[in-house]
């Protein structure tokens, strides 16, 4: 089976800082997603990937960019850490071409700014 | 666009009693749907996906879904939950001409009293 890696697993940044958050799977899935989860909210698609070097924005791509170089990677950064931000960034996979539509998920990043 | 509501952001059942989460969506094509379930600390987790046919679906644990392209529904039901149900619950929409950009509902969350 396959699986997707999410790192770090906690990252503690300064207000202002640039963060940047990795993401790894070994499914060999096309697609590939990041979303931000806030403490007891749904989830917020920041920017999907449809293929190596592609980018495409989500509802929330403002303040984050990201990079596709590999099939296997996604990483997101943040380009200007917001003092008290706390929240969950979660990587995610899928096939569509493969006929799995359905998003595999990672553990999540957890983010705190001090 | 594609969206995906949860009315019910928090729902009580007894153990052993029956269970239906429910899920609308809007999308001007029949979409890709699935089920999501997080437990506390813990990424997503895919209960069940629609892609066409048999308009329910059955799933990990005992759930299934009924997908409903009259009245835009993808509603999720158990016949007897168990403590360990206990989580939230995520409904989700992909669309193939949104290059499968997966939009999440807010969440249900469920809580199985003994």
């Known amino acids: 089976g396959g699986i997707i890696t999410q790192t770090p697993k906690f990252l503690i940044g300064q207000e202002g800082q640039k963060l940047t958050l990795k993401c790894q799977q070994n499914f060999n899935h096309d697609t590939m997603y990041w979303y931000r989860q806030d403490s007891g909210k749904g989830l917020r698609l920041i920017y999907y990937s449809i293929t190596e070097n592609d980018l495409q924005k989500g509802d929330l791509s403002e303040g984050y960019d990201a990079s596709r170089e590999k099939k296997s990677s996604f990483s997101l950064t943040v380009t200007s850490a917001q003092k008290n931000e706390m929240a969950v960034f979660l990587c995610?996979?899928?096939?569509?071409?493969?006929?799995?539509?359905?998003?595999?998920f990672g553990e999540g990043t957890r983010l705190s700014v001090l | 666009a594609q969206s995906v509501t949860q009315p019910d952001a928090r729902v009580t059942v007894s153990e052993g009693a029956s269970l239906q989460l429910r899920c609308k969506y809007s999308s001007s094509v029949t979409p890709y749907l699935f089920w999501y379930v997080q437990y506390p600390r813990q990424g997503l987790q895919l209960l069940l996906k629609y892609y066409s046919g048999d308009p329910v679906v059955q799933g990990v644990n005992g759930f299934e879904a009924e997908f409903s392209k009259s009245n835009s529904s993808f509603h999720l039901r158990k016949a007897s939950v168990h403590w360990s149900d206990s989580a939230v619950y995520f409904c989700a929409v992909s669309m193939k001409a949104g290059g499968y950009k997966v939009v999440f509902g807010s969440g249900t969350r469920l809580l199985v009293s003994p």
């Open positions: 995610a996979s899928s096939n569509p071409a493969g006929g799995n539509q359905a998003p595999l």
